[in-house]
């Protein structure tokens, strides 16, 4: 059975850095690209950015470049989604994705809440 | 980037109703697009892909078509389970893009 699993809700303070998973299973991880999607409180989705893990080419929206880190580590299976210096407007769901012929296996989400 | 421009942001409609939904691209995208389904604090759902394929275990009275830059996703014979919002997200190139979403409510 395929399967997505992310790592837990974080609650972070403004500026701190922070990096969350995302584990596949049931299929050839390293063969599948997989996206990461944001989803701010009441608000739609946004297609973040996304990486081959086989060989982590990665392509960002250009408003997310230089503002996150995708990355990948295939002997393990896991997608990675990176911050620095987080700000208060990070205060979102964060979804991964795997992509076949479209993103037709999600993780349950990551809640991060980013406050002082 | 290509931008996805979803329409109407809302409807109301009832139970038995035909719903349609449309996205519209602002370059051709040929036939990449998908569209999903998201629930209050649940992960979206893939429905259809390239534009009027029905993912496997989606029931049928979901259909979809066009291509190019125009695409609708109709609902046919709306079931309770069916209030929800929907998005396109076209996969033609890189970056991807979502609408904006369509929240489908009880009237």
């Known amino acids: 059975e395929v399967q997505l699993v992310q790592s837990g809700a974080e609650v972070k303070k403004p500026g701190e850095s922070l990096k969350i998973s995302c584990r596949g299973s049931g299929y050839s991880f390293a063969n599948y690209w997989v996206a990461w999607v944001r989803q701010m409180p009441g608000k739609g989705l946004e297609w973040m950015g996304i990486i081959y893990p086989g060989d982590s080419d990665t392509r960002y929206s250009p408003s997310f470049q230089g503002q996150v880190t995708i990355s990948a580590d295939k002997s393990i299976s896991t997608a990675y989604l990176q911050w620095t210096s987080l700000k208060a407007s990070d205060t979102a769901m964060y979804y991964c994705?795997?992509?076949?012929?479209?993103?037709?296996?999600w993780g349950q989400g990551t809640l991060v809440t980013v406050s002082s | 980037a290509i931008q996805m421009t979803q329409s109407p942001s809302s409807l109301s409609a009832s139970v038995g109703d035909r719903v349609s939904i449309t996205c519209r691209a602002s370059?051709?995208?040929?036939?990449?697009l998908g569209w999903y389904q998201q629930k209050p604090g649940k992960a979206p759902k893939l429905l259809i892909y390239?534009?009027?394929s029905l993912e496997s275990g989606v029931p049928s009275r979901f259909s979809g078509s066009g291509s190019g830059t125009d695409f609708t996703l109709t609902i046919s014979n709306l079931q309770p389970e069916d209030f929800a919002t929907y998005y396109c997200l076209h996969d033609y190139t890189y970056p991807q893009a979502f609408g904006q979403g369509t929240k489908v409510e009880i009237k």
């Open positions: 390239a534009a009027s």
């Open positions: 994705a795997r992509q076949s012929l479209h993103f037709d296996y």
């Open positions: 370059q051709g995208i040929r036939k990449d």
